[in-house]
């Protein structure tokens, strides 16, 4: 209980007066600041550790495939840091972003926390692309010029190497709801023949890309281009669009990693950091290769095992930042 002192004036007299009030602390709400970016980048090694201590490679890619779905978006570590904080999150967007879908924020929504890189421009995410191209289209834009037009007003690719992270917050779409009038759809099928003709534009643009026979069981290749550059070959049979997409995506794969130049690097490691990546790609999209990839890798590991090498967590990053890489490309021209 505390005393206080008061003054009444009536007319010219002034009388002071005790009362005694109960003072009542204020409620401050205490927001929560969330995870620091070093306690985040120590949870995704932790976690990358662990994925590249499993042996039995059927269940490498079990685990593996969990982190497909948004490596489209999100780098391996953010991949990994959704996944482990909720484990059912299929499409995760920022809240901005899902507001190009016609989808706003539940009033619960769970926020996920995710690194974000300091210094370097934001890459644009797939729905201010879509409705970019929307209006474009509206306007009487052909594809040609629009294509044009999205490579130099938006960024869609890496824009740059980040050594400075913060954190951020993005959110799945079991987290939001339909605008009502507004909502786009966010997925759409693909076929395997859209996504090879996609992918050979991409590799074209990097690499020299050739559709040749194949003798000795290959279905493709990679070597010197004899121009200092990278050479893909790929067999292509009428009817096998899901055989040769994933041959393109594992020979690309290669190139992007530089597996030629990496001397030091064991085949049977390069091979399985290849068909990893194949294979996360190939889930994104919605193919199965887990038993071509499967019995690929296991049979390149057990060659690197033979010789003292194992897939370790760089392995692992390197993988999955690869197939980020091209399941980003891919996306933005689909």
Known sequence: MTQKWITKKKGNESKHVMIETERKPREVQVKSVGPTPAELEKQAWDMLGDLSRITNVDQLLLQMKKYSGTLGDYSAFNS???????????????????????????????????????????????????????????????????????????????????????????????????????????????????????????????????????????????????????????????????????????????ARLEHLYRKELPRGLAESEAELSTYLVGAHFGFDFKTDSAAYIKGWLDDAKSKGQDLGKENLDRVMNNARWLINEISGRL
């Open 80 to 254: 990994m840091l959704i996944y482990l904080q909720n484990s059912n999150a299929t499409i995760v967007r920022s809240a901005s972003e899902w507001k190009y879908f016609g989808r706003q924020l539940k009033e619960d929504a769970m926020p996920l926390n995710v690194l974000y890189p300091v210094g370097i421009p934001r890459k644009d995410g797939p729905g201010k692309a879509k409705d970019f191209i929307e209006k474009k289209r509206k306007e009487g834009l052909d594809d040609e010029t629009i294509e044009q037009l999205v490579k130099e007003k938006l960024n869609l690719g890496r824009t740059g190497v980040a050594h400075v992270f913060s954190t951020g917050t993005v959110y799945d779409i079991s987290q939001t709801q339909p605008i009502p009038g507004k909502m786009k759809p966010v997925e759409q099928d693909i076929k395997a023949a859209t996504l090879y003709s996609t992918l050979k534009k991409i590799a074209k643009e990097h690499y020299t890309v050739e559709e040749e026979t194949i003798v000795g069981g290959a279905r493709g290749y990679t070597a010197h281009s004899g121009d200092g550059g990278q050479r893909i070959v790929v067999m292509k049979i009428p009817g096998e669009d899901e055989n040769v997409l994933h041959t393109l995506i594992h020979e690309m794969s290669h």
